[in-house]
């Protein structure tokens, strides 16, 4: 498959490039309109690569298919990346990533418009997460490294929400070790899975580790209190659903957390396990783990 794109320059000075098996013939000149393309500075008067193979070829864009490529080999002409029918949007802007071309809603169209829409919204979800990780994430983890923490635990609040524990009898699943992080804007934009999934894929990309970020239980403030026989109380805590980040900086990540021990069987008591004849394992309560992505 061949195909012709350009007629500034002379047959004699035009290249072809393989990609996916297929061959386009092109005038290197149409790469100059957009000068910072990673194409536009191969072919450029510059020219910083030379992938010639022995037939005088340039293979190129290796993992792009034939079809994503005619559509960037048009947008060089046009200005504009018309997504065909048979292609993906998330596959165009693989490619564009790739070929360093500027992905949105000014440069492409295509009947798909949900899956347009979630490219750009993954792009708006990681400026907007980068301006929470600088201005709220990080500075709730520089306290707790100073404190000597190797990994935060951290619950998002909106500006509303209130905590008021009693501190004699205060939740009895660890929440107070827990950082607090009130916002509204970023609970919100918690609420969806996606954003989620970008945030974490920039926190990773940060060099963090550990990473979970889904929505759990949190008390906020007593419901009522009961009393147990014997005059024991208990508080019955108010619990909203909220967004939680945990995450860990751990460098020798593994090695103090767990010690094994060899279990030695013992002379005395014949049934280490049970504690004797008619011992019976200790029983739990089911534990249900917050929700995470």
């Not at 490219?119 to 490294?145: I, K």
Request: with cysteine; proline share 6%.
């Amino acid at each position: 498959m061949s195909g012709e794109v350009g007629t500034r320059a002379p047959p004699s000075e035009w290249v072809t490039l393989v990609v996916d098996h297929i061959r386009f013939t092109v005038d290197p000149g149409i790469f100059t309109a957009h000068p910072d393309t990673m194409l536009a500075r191969m072919f450029g008067s510059a020219r910083q690569h030379n992938l010639r193979n022995e037939k005088g070829e340039f293979e190129i864009a290796e993992g792009i298919s034939g079809s994503v490529f005619q559509v960037v080999l048009d947008y060089y002409r046009t200005g504009v990346l018309r997504c065909p029918d048979g292609v993906s949007v998330p596959e165009l802007r693989e490619a564009c990533d790739y070929l360093c071309i500027n992905f949105d809603c000014n440069t492409i169209t295509c009947r798909d418009l949900s899956a347009l829409l979630h490219e750009l919204s993954n792009d708006g979800a990681r400026r907007q997460f980068e301006g929470f990780l600088q201005e709220l994430v990080l500075p709730v983890m520089v306290s707790s490294a100073q404190g000597g923490e190797r990994e935060c635990h951290m619950v998002v609040l909106t500006d509303e929400d209130t905590v008021d524990w009693d501190q004699e009898h205060p939740p009895p699943m660890g929440e107070e070790y827990s950082q607090i992080v009130y916002s509204t804007k970023l609970y919100r934009f918690f609420k969806y899975i996606e954003n989620r999934e970008v945030a974490k894929a920039l926190l990773k990309e940060r060099g963090l580790k550990n990473i979970r970020i889904g929505i759990e239980g949190y008390p906020t403030c007593k419901e009522k209190v009961k009393r147990r026989p014997g005059g024991r109380s208990e508080v019955i805590y108010n619990y909203v659903q909220r967004p939680f980040i945990h995450l860990s900086w751990e460098k020798e990540e593994g090695k103090s957390r767990h010690v094994d021990f060899q279990c030695v069987r013992s002379k005395s008591v014949p049934n280490v396990v049970g504690g004797g004849e008619g011992g019976t394992p200790h029983s739990h309560a089911p534990h249900h783990p917050p929700q995470v992505d």
